[in-house]
């Protein structure tokens, strides 16, 4: 069975720095590409970073400059470092993981086939 687990969401000020972590298991990720995404209060789910170890990384404006999107295959682990948060950063964070030919990065919702249960980031101003 596959699984993703996010952590590190939490409470924080503007201005600070958080780091998720998802850690997949059920099956192996190294080859398919993986993302993190966004729902923050009445709002739909938004992209926000794409990892593929074939075609790189791929960042919404709204974040690039200020979140990297990592992966440690060794320890099945996706990373979301987040800095310089903002308060409509304010969110629920997904992270979603390819099929097994799913090998690019991609931005596009229904290109994701397992999904994480979130964990929320609550930014303060």
């Known amino acids: 069975q596959v699984q993703l687990v996010e952590s590190g969401g939490g409470v924080v000020q503007a201005g600070d720095s958080l780091r998720l972590s998802c850690v997949v298991s059920?099956?192996?990720?190294?080859?398919?590409?993986m993302s993190w995404w966004r729902q923050g209060p009445g709002t739909e789910r938004e992209f926000v970073a794409t990892?593929?170890?074939?075609?790189?990384?791929r960042y919404a404006d709204s974040v690039k400059g200020r979140f990297t999107i990592s992966r440690d295959d060794a320890k099945n682990t996706l990373y979301l470092q987040m800095n310089n948060l903002k308060p409509e950063d304010t969110a629920v964070y997904y992270c979603?993981?390819?099929?097994?030919?799913?090998?690019?990065?991609?931005?596009?919702?229904?290109?994701?086939?397992?999904w994480g249960q979130g964990t929320r980031v609550t930014v303060s101003s």
């Open positions: 979603a993981a390819r099929g097994p030919v799913g090998f690019y990065a991609s931005d596009w919702h229904d290109d994701y086939a397992y």
């Open positions: 059920g099956r192996d990720f190294s080859e398919s590409a």
């Open positions: 990892i593929s170890k074939f075609d790189g990384t």
